[in-house]
Nanobody, 123 residues
Framework: QVQLVESGGGLVQAGGSLRLSCTAS????????MGWFRQAPGKEREFVVG????????YYGDSVKGRFTISRDNAKNTVSLQMNSLKPEDTAVYYC????????????????WGRGTQVTVSS
């Protein structure tokens, strides 16, 4: 059973940057597609970005294209999300998740989830 723990969230001004990390334990993430989702207050959880097993493919939600970058280090069992040019509408709890599918954009495709880390962007 893979456990995921997110870190790196915080408060940042609009236009700033944050780097989120997701550390896995209890198993290797090397055979999973890894993804980030986010959920703002009163809204449904939203797909942000995914990266395939070896990092050969990445795919982004429209709202973050060109601003966010996902990467992974299977040797360290970690996934990172670099977030640049942050906007107030990026404010949300960000979740890391693992899926056995090659391309996974929906919550139902992900088997393992972290508890989330809060990102707040002030205007």
């Amino acid at each position: 059973q893979v456990q995921l723990v997110e870190s790196g969230g915080g408060l940042v001004q609009a236009g700033g940057s944050l780097r989120l990390s997701c550390t896995a334990s209890g198993g290797t993430i090397s055979t999973y597609t890894m993804g980030w989702f986010r959920q703002a207050p009163g809204k449904e959880r939203e797909f942000v970005v995914g990266i395939t097993w070896r990092g050969s493919n990445t795919y982004y939600g429209d709202s973050v294209k060109g601003r966010f970058t996902i990467s992974r280090d299977n040797a360290k069992n970690t996934v990172s999300l670099q977030m640049n040019s942050l906007k107030p509408e990026d404010t949300a709890v960000y979740y890391c998740a693992a899926a056995p599918s090659w391309i996974a954009r929906t919550q139902n495709e992900y088997n393992y989830w972290g508890r989330g880390t809060q990102v707040t962007v002030s205007s």
